[in-house]
């Protein structure tokens, strides 16, 4: 059975099209287990159908794996509004012998979703952010999702400077999860921790320039208006923290004088957009 799970897995792939201008037209189509399934273009949405009833709406809807539980198959697709506001969130279609199939979800969430499966369950859960707990749901064939508990954010007090040299962070708040980082991060922000962190959690990216990195963020839907700057040096063990409220001026901490001349050089090319 699981070889012929992944054959149809295999087939859904190659299955998927590129009409996606095209009204009405089939961005998926397949029989899928006795039911035929297709993803159609309707105007500026896509609507999920099976076996003729309309089932699921939304911007974007993809079909992405298949997977046998409990006996059971399940396809978990993922549907997105479009945009940056959030990520795709997973939904479920599962097809129960001798009875119509079922669709769960998609999960309420904005934030990137991961997958464990199980031989009896599907798991999805969120990362644990420092302004937000991590959530968690499992998927069973008998009652499709249920909420299954949330976690706290930690940062990893295993991981400090010596680990940011591995250089794999590229998003400012990659550092917020490096004990030692955050925790000097946290002494520079005190009572405006939260304010931002809710901005460095933003769109963003970041990079290394030898042993500097510097990346940068923005609010969602308020970029170029409400941004901030972590500035990170290696050889100092320190940060440099900027950043910009919506309607207000630019705060800096430490404060500028504090500032190396390559941390100096970042701070006015992100700030140049306001002058």
Known sequence: MKSFVHLVAVTVVAMVTSQIGIANAAVFEMKMFGHHVVVLQRDFEQVLSIDGRDVLKDAILHIEDIHLISGTPAIVGSSSAGGNACDAAPFVVSFPRDSNPRVDGPIESCRPVRMDVLVDQLNFSTTALPNSPGETWTWTTASGFAKSGSRDFVADTSRGWPELREKTVSHPSELLSFGEVAAQINDLLG?????????????????????????????????????????????????????????????????????????????????????
């Open 191 to 275: 009572a405006e921790k939260g304010e931002y962190s809710d901005i460095i959690l933003g769109v963003g990216s970041g990079s290394f320039n030898g042993d500097y990195f510097v990346g940068s963020a923005c609010t969602r839907h308020l970029c170029q208006e409400e941004e901030a700057l972590l500035v990170a040096s290696i050889q100092d063990k320190q940060v440099f923290l900027a950043w910009k409220p919506s309607g207000e001026k630019i705060v800096v901490r430490p404060p500028v004088k504090q500032w190396p001349e390559r941390a100096k050089a970042a701070l006015r090319e992100w700030a140049a957009k306001w002058k």
